[in-house]
């Protein structure tokens, strides 16, 4: 079965500055990964998804993340952040497993953006 | 517009009640899921459904039971059972043949 890791649980930083959101999953053959955001009270909106092709995945509000297959990697980066940005972070992978399958969360990553 | 709901947004039960949380969509996707969230514990699974009149445990099942009698419906019932079940609680649901995951707007159950 397929797991993931943030390494991050809070990332602090100021606005318009670059970040950069890391997530580790285990090795498989093939993989599909998404990154999720959730604003308080609130469900998960998909941020971006790598499902094939290219490595450099764009998503919504200028956040883009690169899969890594060597270093089972799938990192989320935004070159200037802004207050907006501040929210949770997941970061998730697809898991084929017993003839099922299901998302694997990580524990999520808290982002604040301070002015 | 297409989606899912989750009802209701806060509950509130006495310790030892059981409590059933809502989750409907529209979207005809095939499987349900419903995960726990804590904080600092990311989501972790509770139940999923991939077809109608079947469900499976996830990593979290016990004290919860699920039915899934319709496509669009997939309701969580928190049992006396579940130690702990003040929590937050997320429906989400998938196509077969897509791999991307919808959410509900998730429900704050508070046992008092």
């Known amino acids: 079965a397929q797991s993931v890791t943030q390494l991050d649980s809070q990332v602090p930083v100021f606005e318009e500055a670059p970040v950069e959101l890391r997530c580790n999953y285990s090795?498989?053959?093939?993989?599909?990964l998404f990154w999720y955001v959730q604003y308080p009270n609130q469900g998960l909106q998909l941020l971006l998804k790598?499902?094939?092709?290219?490595?450099l995945v764009k998503g919504i509000n200028g956040f883009e993340a690169e899969f890594n297959k060597s270093q089972t990697s799938f990192h989320l980066r935004k070159p200037s952040v802004h207050i907006s940005d501040t929210a949770e972070y997941f970061c998730?992978?697809?898991?084929?497993?017993?003839?099922?399958?299901?998302?694997?969360f990580g524990k999520g990553t808290k982002l604040t953006v301070n002015p | 517009d297409g989606g899912i709901t989750q009802s209701p947004k806060y509950l509130f039960r006495k310790e030892g009640q059981n409590v059933t949380l809502s989750c409907e969509q529209n979207?005809?996707?095939?499987?349900m899921y419903w995960y726990r969230q804590d904080p600092g514990q990311g989501l972790r699974l509770i139940y999923y459904?991939?077809?109608?009149?079947?469900?499976q445990k996830g990593d979290i099942a016990e004290g919860y039971s699920v039915s899934r009698e319709k496509k669009e419906s997939f309701p969580l019932t928190v049992t006396s059972a579940q130690k702990n079940p003040t929590a937050f609680y997320l429906c989400?649901?998938?196509?077969?043949?897509?791999?991307?995951?919808?959410f509900g707007q998730g429900t704050r159950l508070t046992v008092v």
């Open positions: 459904s991939q077809i109608v009149n079947d469900f």
């Open positions: 998730a992978v697809r898991d084929f497993w017993g003839g099922s399958e299901k998302l694997v």
């Open positions: 790598y499902l094939s092709g290219s490595t």
């Open positions: 989400a649901s998938t196509l077969q043949e897509n791999t991307e995951a919808f």
């Open positions: 979207l005809n996707h095939d499987a």
């Open positions: 090795s498989s053959v093939s993989v599909y």
